[in-house]
Nanobody, 116 residues
């Protein structure tokens, strides 16, 4: 059974930084894209950042220049370095992994709170 375990969320002051991690375990074949999404209560889940197997990245306009996504293929892990955090970044962050046979896996989410 495939599991995605996220970590690194928490409370941070505006302007601060956090680094999220998402480690995948279990039988996953040929991971392609990995990404981070976020969802506020009552709103649709939105893309934050994605990274392909070749290292190409894509960011939401709201986080460009502040967030950096990276991956460690040997560890089946994706990271999200979040700098210059704003109160509007407060929400639950989810990692997503796309793999062979059109399989998509989601983590359970990690809460990020930006507040003074």
């Amino acid at each position: 059974q495939v599991q995605l375990v996220e970590s690194g969320g928490g409370l941070v002051q505006p302007g601060g930084s956090l680094r999220l991690s998402c480690a995948a375990s279990g039988r996953i074949f040929s991971i392609s894209a990995m990404g981070w999404y976020r969802q506020a209560p009552g709103k649709k889940r939105e893309l934050v950042a994605t990274i392909t197997s070749g290292g190409s990245t894509n960011y939401a306009d709201s986080v460009k220049g502040r967030f950096t996504i990276s991956r460690d293929n040997a560890k089946n892990t994706v990271y999200l370095q979040m700098n210059s955090l704003k109160p509007e970044d407060t929400t639950v962050y989810y990692c997503r992994i796309d793999a062979a046979y059109d399989m998509t896996y989601w983590g359970k989410g990690t809460l990020v709170t930006v507040s003074s």
